[in-house]
């Protein structure tokens, strides 16, 4: 009986070659129209990006579509980087300066603090003896000079 | 363009960021004798005091907004 059929179908060879063929062909068809959907589907998506960026895919040359956008995304990137260096330095560079600032301001101020008190410790010295002599002499005006962070007038 | 932007103070006008003037003060000659009631020594003394306490600050307040622009308080005078 197997025998039979086999006998039978090698009468029929041709016709399951072709039967073979075509469905390896529609196989491939299948095949084919998935990868296309998943073409489009990237190729949109890649549109999309490209309209995020600001810049056109470039639908008509087929050879430099996305260069245009990969060139300004790059941009876009090393402007990114370069902003928060800048920023950075900017940040950096004005604390510094706060800082200096600081520092030498204490620094005047400890010694114009030093200089009137020196200056008060001798005019309370000049004064007491003005007092007790009940005279004003050259002791006394330049302590108050000194107190008052002046020089004498060169006449 | 960075994302932050230093920018200048502005600065208060020129006539307020004149160093504190500092005129001459009394003369020490030592042929100057005087007698000066108390109170009036007093007097002299804390305008003195004030005198130096003002012009030191304004000094290093117009240091602050624009360094180096008058001499340092009480290194320059005695």
Known sequence: MIRAILSKLRGEAAFLVLLAVAGAGAWHY???????A????????AEIVCARSGVEWG????????VLCARHVAGLVAFRADADQQTARLFAKA????SARTVKDNQAARLAAEAASAAAI????????????????????AAVNGVAGLRPPTR | MPVAVAIERPLPPADLMACAERPAGLPEDASLIAQIPTTIRAGI????RAFRTNADGKDRLVNWLAADSCPVPGKAVR
């Open chain 1, 38 to 45: 998943d073409r489009d589907d990237a190729v949109h998506r």
């Open chain 1, 30 to 36: 299948v095949l084919f129209q998935q990868v296309r």
């Open chain 1, 59 to 66: 639908a008509t040359d087929t050879a430099a579509r996305g």
């Open chain 1, 95 to 98: 604390m510094a300066d706060a």
């Open chain 1, 122 to 141: 001798r005019m309370e010295t000049a004064d007491a003896e003005a007092e007790r002599r009940n005279r004003v002499d050259r002791e006394w005006l």
């Open chain 2, 45 to 48: 003394i804390r305008m003195a």
